[in-house]
């Protein structure tokens, strides 16, 4: 690999432990990664401590992760709940400089991560696990990310952002990427609907052409107006677009898991298929980036 590029992962773990961590480990390891976004680590054994104060550190369980894989990292604590998110990148190559907490603004965890990366240098890395039931808290989670993430130099975004992908309208934003094909939102039972439909101003859903309510991709747009790329939909067409997570339970299997990129310039996209969803409830997906 040139020393100018850099392989992002990002993975929703299912709160695995024991020998389901192990595989989970086994696998990831064959993908030399760079930095890892992972979510739904789950309880203290990521961050050692039942203080609710302490937002930021290590434990057992991450270092079992990052041993395995030949990486360090470190844990953000969940405001709302027992599962957090962490950021792993490759001993040697990556050095973390800071860890900034925002987690305040978001409902699970917010942390910003500045690293020094051999061959590219600063890059502002943040791993998310937006809003799962609230598409106005991820609406507002997208923008705080936007401004926080990004400004001079260069940032990543990568995570679970429980929403799809979308394109802003108007002349001005037909250069950005078609969004997703919608997902079957037959699929989805009704006390679902109000978490992940499009609302109108007056709080009707906004409905397509069959008179079907819509997905909110706003979380998406916020971030595409804000200078961010999203990898997959910069390099691959709709239709080549995989489906990356909600397979397990009464949902629409949607592109969930997503890298964005602020001043590095995409070279690849790849879905680890995992058929039966026998790891996680969702699939690994990598971005191969580089400086422009």
């Known amino acids: 690999m040139s020393t100018h590029q850099l392989r992002i992962g990002t993975y929703n773990i299912h709160e695995a432990d024991g020998d389901l961590a192990g595989r989970q480990i086994e696998m990831l390891a064959a993908h030399d990664l760079d930095i ?44 709302a709940d027992h599962r957090h998110t962490a950021l792993l990148w490759r001993r040697g190559r990556i050095r973390r400089r800071s860890t900034n907490d925002y987690s305040r603004i978001a ?24 809003h799962h039931a609230n598409g106005e808290v991820r609406y507002s989670e997208a923008k705080h990310m936007a401004r926080l993430a990004a400004g001079p130099g260069r940032a990543v975004l990568a995570g679970d952002f429980n929403s799809v992908h979308g394109r802003p309208r108007g002349e001005r934003w037909a250069h950005l990427a078609e969004p997703d094909l919608e997902p079957d939102i037959d699929l989805l039972p009704d006390y679902m609907l109000s978490s992940q439909a499009l609302f109108d101003a007056a ?29 997959a939909a910069e390099l ?34 790849e879905t680890v298929d995992d058929a039966k969803a026998q790891l996680s409830d969702h699939y690994l997906v990598i971005a191969t980036v580089t400086v422009p």
């Open 107 to 130: 409902h699970r965890t917010f942390a910003q991560h500045r690293l020094d990366i051999d061959g590219i240098g600063d890059v502002n890395v943040m791993a998310v696990h937006a």
């Open 236 to 269: 691959l067409p709709p239709s080549r677009r995989q489906q990356t997570g909600a397979f397990l339970h009464a949902d629409a299997p949607r592109r969930l898991d997503r890298v964005y990129t602020y001043g590095l310039s995409p070279v690849a996209f």
């Open 36 to 79: 890892l976004s992972v979510q739904e680590c789950g309880g203290t054994g990521w961050l050692d401590s039942d203080d609710p104060e302490v937002w930021e550190g290590t434990g057992p369980v991450l270092e079992r992760y990052a041993d395995g894989l030949g990486m360090e990292g470190v844990a953000a604590r969940s405001r």
């Open 203 to 231: 709080g009707d859903p906004v409905l397509d052409g069959e008179r079907r309510p819509v997905f909110d991709r706003r979380p998406s747009k916020v971030l595409q107006v804000g200078g961010f790329i999203d990898v």
